[in-house]
């Protein structure tokens, strides 16, 4: 099961989240976003891929920040039209595109979306741009018909993790952890993060 874990700022916590076996690590440049990303660069590992995370940007912001950062995705998490998605897409850009979930309603608008993007990432909806700390309720997404892979969010955090391993859906293929794992905006317990890994790998999941 693949985890990424989002809204990362300091190079320290950044090296001690990496060393915990995750796979994505998502970077916000969101500048209204309290783990909005400033640094002059990210060093990671190889073999951890850059997700930037964008909130209603156009190509000619996002671009240079993909370029800049050396990222290996872009995660769209606003109200980003299935036309850009696209067009991104067929420059050879990867797409993330995150759907604000509380009904079944909000699962049918991924229909426009599923042949623009690489992965969904399925987040509560709240009144903000994700980070709320709430979970949705996950049996709707029992919905979702559709053929593209995707990572659940939203509040997820350790003392969830029975519940997360009774939830079961063809296209799941990760977790996606944000706020639960905060000490602070930003600021990510590398132990709890650990943890949850390493019960997530004794569950053979």
């Not at 909000?106 to 980070?131: M, N, Q, S, W």
């Not at 593209?148 to 063809?170: A, D, K, M, V, Y």
């Amino acid at each position: 099961m693949l985890i990424k874990v989002c809204g990362m700022r300091q190079a320290a916590n950044i090296r001690d989240v990496a060393a915990c076996g995750i796979q994505w690590m998502g970077f916000i440049f969101y500048p209204k976003s309290p783990r909005y990303f400033q640094e002059t660069s990210i060093e990671l590992p190889d073999n951890i891929r850059k997700v930037g995370v964008f909130v209603n940007a156009d190509s000619a912001e996002m671009l240079p920040i993909y370029n800049r950062y050396k990222l290996d995705y872009l995660q769209l998490h606003g109200n980003e039209s299935p036309e850009l998605c696209q067009e991104l897409r067929e420059k050879g850009y990867r797409i993330i595109k995150a759907i604000s979930v509380s009904t079944e309603e909000d699962i049918r608008k991924t229909e426009a979306y599923e042949p623009a993007v690489d992965y969904f990432l399925f987040d509560t909806r709240c009144t903000g741009y994700g980070g709320s700390g709430q979970a949705f309720d996950w049996s709707v997404l029992k919905h979702y018909k559709g053929q593209t892979p995707f990572l659940l969010s939203g509040g997820i955090r350790l003392e969830l993790l029975p519940q997360l391993l009774r939830f079961s859906h063809p296209q799941l293929i990760g977790f996606d952890l944000n706020s639960g794992f905060e000490s602070a905006p930003g600021l990510k317990d590398a132990t709890r993060i650990q943890s949850f890994i390493n019960q997530l790998k004794q569950t053979n999941v």
